[in-house]
């Protein structure tokens, strides 16, 4: 018998758009069909079941065995309790509840708790603490926006529907067509999004620092002394200023190219002290283009219950918050951690060799419903259920409209959910604290 | 469980006991007429014993809190708590994390807090933070003073439907009261603007914050809501405003069967004068507005001489804040509702700004003479910490105290203020009025804020003895004892002893489950199903609050609209 | 003088905070025992000196304490964090926060140190023989207030944001710096004996950078002011000739930087800028 269901208003958990409107086709447990996502979006729902671990296994003489679901929790449990600085890392992947209780058994176990921000947009709020940020939620830019400038990042393939339903592609109260709006795409090359966009700007790599403080001289009427910056000509400059300062509501998302080309945070300071400058002209506002989905909740949860968005260590019995001593990747590359907890997260892959291979060299545990490079390192290897598919959750979207993903089926046998593996990982933590 | 306190001196305002040596009786977490001699005995001899504190406004949970936090780890650094083996640690000082939120309030005594200004559009993220603050029970108020649906529907006369569209809205937000900050502003903010005064027009919206508030105001009775409508008037923090806030009274007097309107921390919106150089208290024009109509509740919104946050959901005012301070800025604005900002502060005795605002919360207590019509609040963490309530009580409660904190600030504001020349002192019952049974009674939670039988069993003791303490002369103590409270009950459970915690409870969440006729709830359905998505970037089902999400529901079912 | 020798006795894995050493902390005990079980935190458990040092009193009596720290101390933190007096030496690397918020006495590295190297500074002297990481005399995230006094030297070279935020005193870099040498600073003076690799003075609102070898690039918010001979440092008079730029004008700035003339001569088209 086929059962069929189709299931609407349903958040994708990839990227920071959580695009809220898929209509997903479940049949007989299995996700048939999936409307309205973007290719990376069609991609998780429709090769959902690929590459799963579906038991659990703990590393034992250089073998890998499987083994039970209590004796791996065990396991990862003597591993934190006994560990002198333990790393938890990941959380973007995953959802709040879970971020909650990663939050707690960082606390009980004495360890750091850090999300992917640190390799992402941790310049972003690292330059929010010294400068703040002009801000708004995406329905905003929807709206009203005229100007839209997309500086150091391509949406067209990392965020394929944020144009259509966010910027330039959208319909807003104020802005009904396309052209009533102008799109700027500042980038080192010539992206796919530049392509498309109405003017684009290149700009030398590394120098998106003096391009912005170019535009702050200008909007300022400082005279530029120098007819070239950043490899774009200073009259450039002085035009690109007048467009901002003549819009009416104009928007700066920015990415990667800014918080990961030389400079990092003080890029997006520039970017955020021009933004916060431009509005003593009109109204204008910027947005970091976050990656993962749930990112912004790891942000979220850690910064409402330990006071610091990310990078939070809490070894000492209470917060302790310095990007850059007690963030995940640093730690990892000075080799301060001795066990690691990942969750959701492929830091094998994406940490700097010198992390990675220091990472290898520690006990890890690791939680993930699919086969990694860090899943194959790993002392204990707990399968998950996929969140926003298999298992519930609440996320927050890059602007912070915190929405909730569903439930559409069953992992497989099995496989537990997140939020039931790391609270039973805390549990057993207790339960060996007590008994000393 | 039960629990007899016992030879306390209560102080129960709302049941006319002030100061009587009386026992309270408490089983199934309710305050009853007896208990049996199995009960457990706590001895409040020569203690002063009142209902929990009831904070009617207050930032601690929610989008624009988080911000903040963000903004400012430097806040953080000093003030921090480590884990204990009930306690989960934390930060604090104006921003504190959630958890140390409730465990601070808890150790005052405080057991109700509000939330007061939640964008609808992230009630979720609220309802988040309020899930993970310990102890207290709470509730939180969504924005309304800037929406959409709301303009539209008032700007084409559709009470019934804004009626209906507002019932959908508290219940898709978990939400309890209507808020509302500067009507009209934050819509004219999106575009980098602000409204002048009620009368202004909001640009594209073809409506003014007087029909706004009025709007607002009517649908507030129609929906049969406990609270009053809670606003942050128009031109709040701009020299002159005190007429605006006057007028923002005047303009619902006429809709008034009992309170119909709550103007929130009046202090920043009480200033007479030109500019900042001829700044002047309008504490008194307040006060007589205030003392001659039975309409109008106010709360302080009283400055602390620290370093603290401010956070409001006044976009505008927060931009013009930081052009004035240079002090870094937060800007949030939410899609097609309401928008929020973040401006840390210090505030000066030497500044003569300053020292004015200090002077201003103060007189409007003393000048307003029913002290049910006047609550406590710093409006945490705008004009200072929830922490520093134990100081305001002392001004309040000792003109020496006054005078000390006087004789150290800016000496031309000290001149230029009539605090001088008030002799009135609060007494216990006076403060026990502002802080507890007068909320409660202004936010219609009828089992709080007192403790007659039937009242949820949220008591507080404190170490002074009200009999032979005077606090006009020893407000030091008084400070003291109220900031580590003896004992601190909640829901019947002892939850704090000499400050300290002992136990951590869950608290609840109080929401409005507002109810209008079947063929308006249609009809609103149908409506917004058609418009949501034009509206926002979210549907409809993604935007509103299962009431599984709060930890521990709450509802008050307040009966059907009169529409 | 009493001087105090500490030891590791392992290498250190896990980050060890070390705020307990101190001389001022050190000082205030009676009896070298006392030292013994001063506790620091070894990653998440507390230790006591003597668990991880060997700990030896070398002289007895007198007033100033010295402390004496020989190994490799390179996961050790926030050594020396406030101290007001008294010397502390550390022969082999150091690690991230030495010597922060200190207000007084001396901190001597024959070695390399970690980041954040006399944050918050207040007053005292600091010397470090090798290399600094990032964010000397910086302040603390969010805020405003980095070095404000006292006196930093590091004669090998050093990372980035040298002297965030910084209000005052002096940092002197022998060797070469990273980026954003003298970001968003108020006030003091960084003499930069090496060169650097650009976006120096990036938001200061005042104090001044001297930069005697190469600079990388100057931000277009500077402008050049004059041609000077000498940059007066204390007492130093050092010989330029420098080109002095005034900024950061995007911030509405009036820091000064004095950037060797010969030894960029890439810059020498902002000649025909001065008045």
Redesign the interface.
């Known amino acids: 018998m086929n059962v069929e269901n189709v299931i609407k208003g349903v958040v994708c958990p990839f990227c920071g758009c959580c695009c809220d409107d898929l209509e997903v086709t479940v049949r007989n447990n299995e996700i048939a069909k999936v409307e309205n996502a973007c290719a990376l979006g069609r991609a998780k729902f429709e090769r959902w079941n690929e590459g799963r671990i579906v038991r659990p296994s703990i590393r034992s003489d250089g073998k890998i065995l499987e083994t039970s679901f209590a004796k791996a929790v065990e396991r990862s449990a003597r591993i934190l309790y006994d560990a002198r600085y333990p790393l938890l890392w990941g959380w973007s992947c995953t959802s709040c509840e879970a971020q909650k209780i990663g939050v707690e058994l960082a606390e009980e176990v004495g360890g750091v708790i850090d999300s992917t921000t640190s390799t992402c947009h941790g310049p972003s709020i690292i330059a929010v603490h010294d400068v703040g940020e002009s801000s708004t939620t995406l329905g905003e830019v929807r709206h009203r926006a005229d100007l839209v400038i997309y500086w150091g990042c391509n949406p067209l393939h990392a965020h394929p529907r944020h144009m259509s339903r966010y910027s330039v592609l959208s319909e807003g109260r104020f802005r009904k067509r396309r052209g009533e709006r102008k799109m700027i795409v500042v980038d080192v090359r010539r992206t796919a999004t530049a392509k498309i966009a109405d003017e684009f700007i290149k700009i030398e790599p590394n120098s998106d620092y003096e391009a912005l403080t170019a535009l702050r001289m200008c909007l300022k009427g400082e005279e530029l002394e120098q007819e070239s910056i950043a490899g774009v000509p200073s009259k450039k400059f002085e035009e690109l200023i007048d467009e901002m300062v003549g819009c009416q509501f104009g928007v700066i998302f920015f990415g990667l190219g800014l918080t990961m080309s030389a400079g990092k945070s003080r890029n997006v300071d520039a970017a955020l002290s021009l933004v916060r400058d431009l509005n003593s002209k009109t109204k204008f506002v910027i947005v970091p283009m976050r990656g993962h989905f749930n990112v912004t909740g790891a942000n979220e949860v850690f910064a409402w219950q330990t006071g610091y968005p990310f990078a939070v260590d809490l070894s000492q019995g209470y917060p302790r918050y310095n990007p850059g001593e007690t963030s995940g990747v640093d730690i990892a590359t000075r080799h301060d951690c001795d066990a690691a907890l990942v969750v959701g997260s492929d830091p094998i892959s994406n940490f700097p060799l010198e992390a990675a291979r220091n990472l290898s060299s520690i006990p890890i545990i690791c939680i993930d419903p699919h086969e990694t490079a860090t899943t194959s390192v790993s002392d204990t290897v707990i399968p998950s259920a996929i969140v926003g598919i298999e298992a519930e959750g609440t996320v927050y979207r890059m602007d912070g409209v915190p929405l909730l993903l569903r439930k559409l089926i069953d992992p497989p046998e099995g496989v537990s959910k997140d939020t039931e593996i790391l609270e039973a990982i805390l549990n057993e933590v207790r339960r060996i604290r007590g008994g000393r | 469980m039960e629990l007899l306190i016992k030879n306390g001196y209560v102080v129960d305002p709302a049941n006319g006991i002030d100061c009587e040596k009386l026992d309270i009786a408490v089983r199934g977490g309710k305050i009853v007429e007896e208990v049996s001699s199995s009960a457990k005995i706590l001895d409040a001899s020569n203690m002063l014993v009142m209902p929990g504190g009831v904070d009617i406004h207050s930032h601690i949970?929610g989008?624009k809190?988080?911000l903040a936090?963000?903004?400012?780890?430097?806040?953080?650094?000093r003030d921090?708590?480590?884990?204990t083996a009930l306690t989960?640690?934390?930060?604090g000082h104006s921003?504190?994390?959630?958890?140390t939120t409730g465990y601070r309030y808890a150790r005052m005594g405080y057991t109700t807090v509000i939330e007061p200004a939640t964008p609808p559009?992230?009630a979720?993220?609220t309802h988040?933070?309020l899930n993970?603050t310990p102890i207290i029970d709470k509730a939180c108020f969504p924005l309304f003073g800037n929406n959409w649906h709301v303009m539209e529907y008032l700007k084409n006369g559709d009470l019934e439907l804004c009626a209906a569209y507002l019932s959908w809205m508290l219940r898709a937000t978990k939400g309890y009261a209507i808020k509302i900050v500067n009507p009209g502003g934050v819509e004219a903010w999106?575009?980098?603007g602000n409204v002048v005064g009620l009368d202004s027009e909001v640009p594209?919206f073809g409506i003014t914050p007087r029909e706004i508030v009025r709007g607002l105001c009517k649908v507030n009775k129609m929906l049969k809501l406990p609270h009053a409508i809670h606003v942050h008037p128009n031109n709040l923090g701009k020299p002159g405003n005190y007429l605006t806030t006057i007028k923002t009274m005047e303009c619902v007097k006429d809709l008034a069967e009992g309170a119909s309107i709550h103007i929130t921390h009046c202090q920043f919106t009480s200033f007479k004068g030109e500019d900042w150089s001829t700044l002047r208290s309008g504490a008194q024009e307040i006060a007589r507005y205030v003392n001659r109509n039975d309409h109008v509740t106010i709360d302080m919104g009283q400055i602390i001489f620290t370093a603290t946050t401010t956070m409001t959901g006044d976009g505008p005012f927060e931009?013009i804040l930081?052009?004035i301070s240079g002090r870094?800025?937060?800007?949030?604005?939410?899609?097609?509702e309401t928008?929020a900002g973040?401006?840390p502060v210090v505030y000066k005795r030497r500044s003569f700004v300053n020292a004015t605002q200090w002077a201003i919360g103060l007189e409007l207590a003393l000048l307003i003479e029913d002290p049910w019509k006047v609550y406590l609040t710093t409006d945490h963490p705008n004009g200072g910490p929830f922490t520093a309530y134990p100081r305001v009580v002392s001004w309040l409660m000792s003109k020496r105290a006054r005078e000390r904190t006087m004789s150290r600030m800016n000496q031309s504001a000290a001149r230029k203020t009539i605090l001088q020349s008030l002799e009135r002192e609060y007494s216990f019952e006076e403060i026990a009025i502002v802080t507890r049974a007068g909320t409660a009674k202004a936010l219609g939670l009828k089992a709080k804020g007192h403790l007659g039988v039937g009242a949820d069993a949220d008591i507080s003791i404190y170490r002074i003895n009200p009999k032979e303490i005077d606090p006009s002369r020893d407000y030091r103590a008084v400070r003291k004892a109220l900031r580590r409270a003896a004992y601190t009950v909640k829901d019947g459970q002892i939850v704090v002893k000499d400050g300290e915690i002992k136990e951590v409870v869950q608290g609840r969440t109080f929401w409005i489950d507002s109810r209008v006729p079947k063929d308006l709830e249609e009809k609103i359905h149908r409506e917004l199903s058609k418009s949501f998505?034009?509206?926002?970037?979210?549907?409809m089902?993604?935007y509103f609050i299962g009431e599984g999400?709060l930890a521990r529901s709450s509802p008050i079912y307040v009966g059907e609209a009169k529409v | 003088m009493t001087s105090i020798l500490l030891r590791p006795r392992k290498l250190f894995k896990v980050p060890i905070e070390a705020s307990a050493i101190s001389p001022d902390n050190f000082a205030a005990a009676r009896k070298v025992e006392e030292i013994k079980n001063q506790v620091v935190w070894e990653g998440n458990r507390p230790a006591t000196l003597a668990s991880i040092f060997d700990v030896e009193e070398l002289e007895q009596g007198g007033e100033l304490l010295e402390i004496i720290i020989e190994g490799d101390a390179s996961k050790l933190r926030g050594v020396g964090k406030g101290m007001g007096s008294g010397t502390i030496t550390v022969e082999g690397n150091a690690g991230i926060r030495l010597g922060e918020a200190m207000r007084g006495g001396t901190i001597t590295v024959n070695g390399n140190v970690g980041s954040w190297l006399g944050s918050r500074m207040r007053g005292g002297r600091i010397e470090v023989s090798g290399d600094a990481g990032d964010y000397v005399g910086s302040a603390i995230r969010g805020s405003t207030r980095g070095m404000s006094g006292g006196q930093i030297v590091v004669r090998g070279s050093a990372g980035n944001e040298v002297g965030c935020w910084m209000r005052d005193g002096m940092i002197r870099i022998g060797g070469n710096v990273g980026q954003f040498a003298g970001v968003h600073m108020l006030g003091g003076t960084i003499v930069i004996e090496g060169s650097s690799r650009g976006r120096i003075g990036a938001s200061m609102k005042g104090g001044r950078i001297v930069v005697l070898g190469e600079v990388g690039r100057v931000l277009p918010s500077f402008s050049i002011e004059e041609i000077r001979n000498v940059a007066r440092v204390g007492e130093d008079r050092i010989p330029g000739p420098f080109y002095v730029f005034a900024g950061d004008l995007a911030d509405d700035g009036d820091g000064r930087l004095y950037v060797s003339k010969d030894r960029n001569l890439e810059l020498r088209f902002y000649e025909s800028y001065i008045e």
């Open positions: 949970a989008s809190t988080n936090r963000v903004l400012r780890p430097e806040d953080h650094f921090f708590e480590r884990r989960r640690s934390g930060v921003v504190p994390s959630t958890y559009l992230k979720r993220h988040d933070e993970d999106h575009w980098g594209h931009y930081h052009q870094k800025w937060v800007n949030k604005d939410v899609e097609a928008g973040v401006v998505r034009e509206y926002y970037t979210v549907g089902e993604n999400e």
